[in-house]
């Protein structure tokens, strides 16, 4: 493990999210009917009953709290901003937190603590008073103090004393995930008789729920009420029923739709459990002789700490899932990495992997990564697992783990925004990093300049035909006999462009292969607008889209609006693997 900046570890925050999300959580467990909880809205959660609003603020903090912390006076300025934005509404305020109480400077006022004295306030005047006086001198919105300055005792005790509870020396983590569990194994016991473990191993993904509340955009959105529960436990302690097999006439038909899960473990049942999934539980090894690109690896490394997800991109044969697994090894907990491999699933079964996967990772440990290999990351396709994968980011972040997204196609901008995301493009390999390949392949010291610039002319830099043309210079003894070389392909990599050619014609619509044929022809770089009018001029209809579909494993993208043909289809400098038609 790598010795990282404390500074730039957001450990606490982390912590602090998950803290929140458990109570969010247990407020749930407890609601009745016609109440309601609303997710970060005006604070950490508000819950709701008929026309009274109770704000709630959950903090995880190691040090002691007192009157003049800057937190506690942030929530009571935070607190009447509340009030003057709904002066219709019966707001209520509690501050919820593991800190315990403490003496403010000088030994506290007189003598006590000014949280303890509030609480004593709100049933004395003269306490209420000694609260008035120490806030008018503390830093608090002008608005606040005017209403101090201005108002009675007894309007300021009812309505700012009275209406703020300080809770402290709340359990830590594992004391609330404790009284959720409890809550739910008397909640089953009650609803449906449910055994004490079905109704406990609820307890993940209903905090998977509050996390996708949480995430959700509009206000509105981020609600939980007492049905939502029921729903959401039902679903994790019962099995669904056709309802041909109900037999009405005998039994309600409620306790037979939905079968409690104890019916899963009865040993004269014939039910099974499948729990294989297509999930590769350790990061593919990495063959020898591969190039260790150290740069590539420590800015996507850089990423990874800053973000804890990153996306890499890049053409076909441009060493996506290599840098990927290079990235893994040297983070130094490879294996704690899962490695889903996308290549051939639909969107769906994508959904379902995803789905499976945030399940999976509310038992992470920290570090703990995923790469999900070869992803189509683009807008068309995006959109039908959007919601699930940023669920699954947001978890790995508060969860302090890493996702690695590798996608030959350029990823949809708005999700890149809404998540907070790097688009990290593989570049083709450098001059250097070539030389770099030939001496690690034991190519004499006399030979690796002319070898270098041979192969970078051929190549364009591109991988994947590196390393064909440095095996097939290896087999030929490094022998380069004249300047004809410059513009012949070894063996090696006229496989690979036949491979690349065979790919082509098995994958493209017909649309597709005319666009990339008559792209072929051109040389260098082109924009988008130039290859749409040469497909309208070919009479190909809505060639802006086939030409954005082939973007990524065929077409490279080298700058804002340039484009050019993937190296992996030129025979050499001015010809193209179609030339032969």
């Not at 909880?37 to 995880?60: A, H, M, P, T, W």
């Not at 907070?420 to 030979?447: G, M, V």
């Not at 040469?534 to 802006?544: C, D, H, T, Y």
Request: charged fraction near 30%; hydrophobic fraction near 35%; aromatic fraction near 8%.
């Amino acid at each position: 493990m790598l010795d990282g900046n404390p500074k730039r570890q957001a450990i606490s925050s982390i912590e602090g999210y998950v803290y929140q999300f458990w109570h969010t959580l247990l407020e749930w467990v407890s609601l009745g009917d016609n109440e309601k909880i609303y997710i970060e809205c005006g604070e950490d959660f508000e819950y709701v009953k008929e026309d009274r609003v109770l704000s709630v603020q959950v903090k995880n903090r190691q040090d002691n709290i007192t009157l003049n912390s800057k937190t506690v006076l942030e929530s009571i300025g935070n607190f009447w901003e509340l009030k003057e934005l709904n002066p219709n509404e019966d707001i209520s305020f509690k501050y919820l937190t593991t800190a315990n109480i403490g003496l403010e400077e000088n030994k506290g006022i007189d003598g006590l603590a000014g949280l303890e004295i509030w609480g004593e306030a709100t049933s004395s005047l003269d306490k209420t008073e000694t609260i008035k006086d120490y806030l008018l001198t503390k830093d608090l919105p002008g608005n606040l103090l005017n209403y101090l300055k201005t108002s009675e005792l007894e309007e300021v005790q009812n309505q700012l004393i009275k209406k703020i509870d300080w809770v402290t020396g709340e359990p830590k983590t594992d004391g609330i995930i404790d009284l959720v569990e409890r809550s739910l194994i008397k909640f089953g016991k009650n609803y449906d008789s449910i055994p004490p473990l079905i109704s406990k191993r609820a307890a993940n993904h209903l905090f998977l729920k509050v996390l996708e509340k949480a995430i959700l955009k509009k206000p509105e959105e981020r609600c939980l009420d007492s049905a939502d529960f029921l729903l959401e436990f039902a679903s994790q302690t019962h099995v669904q029923v056709p309802i041909r097999d109900v037999e009405l006439k005998s039994k309600p038909f409620d306790k037979n739709l939905l079968t409690p899960l104890s019916y899963l473990f009865d040993t004269s049942s014939d039910f099974e459990i499948d729990n294989e999934t297509a999930t590769e539980r350790i990061l593919p090894d990495l063959i020898d002789g591969l190039l260790v690109r150290n740069n590539e690896i420590d800015s996507i490394k850089d990423i990874l700490y800053k973000d804890r997800a990153v996306v890499i991109t890049g053409g076909s044969g441009m060493g996506k899932s290599t840098i990927s697994k290079f990235v893994g090894k040297s983070l130094d907990i490879s294996n704690n990495w899962v490695w889903i491999s996308c290549r051939g699933l639909d969107p769906k079964e994508i959904k379902v992997q995803l789905n499976y996967l945030t399940q999976e990772a509310l038992n992470f440990e920290s570090g703990k990564g995923i790469v999900l290999d070869d992803l189509d990351t683009n807008t068309a396709n995006i959109q039908d697992f959007k919601k699930e994968i940023s669920i699954l980011i947001k978890l790995l972040r508060i969860k302090n783990c890493f996702l690695i997204v590798t996608s030959q196609k350029r990823t949809d901008s708005d999700f890149l925004t809404q998540n907070a995301l790097s688009d990290y493009r593989l570049p083709a390999l450098s001059k250097n990093e070539i030389r770099e390949f030939l001496r690690l392949s034991e190519c004499p010291e006399d030979k690796i300049d002319t070898l270098t610039t041979i192969i970078e002319i051929q190549s364009k830099g591109h991988p994947q035909l590196v390393h064909a043309s440095v095996i097939g210079r290896k087999r030929e003894n490094w022998d380069v006999t004249s300047v004809d070389e410059i513009f012949s392909d070894t063996d090696e990599i006229h496989e690979k462009k036949g491979e690349a050619r065979s790919l082509l014609t098995s994958l493209l619509t017909e649309e597709q292969l005319k666009l990339i044929y008559i792209l072929s022809l051109s040389i260098g770089s082109f924009t988008r607008e130039l290859a749409i009018r040469i497909g309208e001029n070919e009479g190909l209809e809505f060639s802006g889209d086939v030409f954005d579909s082939l973007i990524g494993p065929w077409i490279d993208s080298i700058s804002a609006n340039r484009y050019s043909i993937s190296p992996l289809l030129c025979i050499h400098p001015t010809k193209y693997i179609f030339t032969e038609k």
